[in-house]
């Protein structure tokens, strides 16, 4: 009877998990805010899990996906991302598909765009990091690294 007992809420706990990231919303944020790398506001993919100051990318593509909840046309257009990365870094910055920055990483990025390329209030918008010189590090990290998350504002 335990067993069964068991293994029916092993089966529920694993049917709430699966709606809760099924279900799950991407939350809003507004500009001039500062958003860090551990911030509810924003969703990860293809990064690590956050560390104490910072996250890394995972892999040769990551991307920080939001939603503006303000009139984008107060918006200046610019992005300020603060971070690092291992060794030289090659990247190529997408918002919603458009290209914003090519280049070498730095401390800060500071990556200008249109306004216009936010999507409309509440809608999903994607930041995307294409990251081809990503490389396991040699230090027993088998992770393939390019760059660190620390915090973005948008304005």
Same mark, same amino acid.
């Given at each position: $009877?335990?067993?069964?007992? @068991? !293994?029916?809420?092993?089966?529920?706990?694993?049917? !709430?998990?699966? @709606?809760?990231?099924?279900?799950?919303?991407?939350?809003?944020?507004?500009?001039?805010?500062? /958003?860090?790398?551990?911030?509810?506001?924003?969703?990860?993919? &293809? %990064?690590?899990?956050?560390?104490?100051?910072?996250? %890394?990318?995972?892999?040769?593509?990551?991307?920080? !996906? /939001?939603? /503006?909840?303000?009139?984008?046309?107060?918006?200046?257009?610019?992005?300020?991302?603060?971070?690092?990365?291992?060794?030289?870094?090659? @990247?190529?910055?997408?918002?919603?598909?458009?290209? @914003?920055?090519?280049? $070498?990483?730095?401390?800060?990025?500071? $990556?200008?765009?249109?306004?216009?390329?936010?999507?409309?209030?509440?809608?999903?918008?994607? !930041?995307?990091?294409?990251?081809?010189?990503?490389?396991?590090? &040699?230090?027993?990290? $088998?992770?393939?690294?390019?760059?660190? /998350?620390?915090?973005?504002?948008?304005?």
């Amino acid at each position: $009877m335990k067993i069964k007992l @068991i !293994l029916l809420n092993l089966c529920l706990v694993g049917l !709430l998990t699966v @709606i809760t990231l099924v279900g799950s919303q991407t939350p809003t944020i507004k500009s001039n805010e500062v /958003f860090t790398h551990k911030d509810g506001n924003l969703k990860f993919r &293809g %990064w690590g899990q956050a560390e104490e100051t910072h996250r %890394w990318s995972v892999g040769n593509r990551s991307v920080i !996906l /939001f939603k /503006f909840k303000e009139d984008k046309k107060s918006l200046v257009g610019e992005i300020e991302f603060q971070g690092g990365s291992l060794g030289q870094q090659h @990247i190529i910055a997408k918002l919603n598909g458009t290209k @914003i920055h090519d280049g $070498m990483m730095e401390a800060k990025l500071k $990556m200008k765009f249109a306004p216009k390329l936010l999507k409309g209030k509440n809608q999903e918008n994607e !930041l995307a990091f294409e990251l081809p010189d990503a490389r396991v590090p &040699g230090n027993g990290d $088998m992770r393939r690294l390019a760059i660190y /998350f620390s915090s973005l504002v948008i304005r």
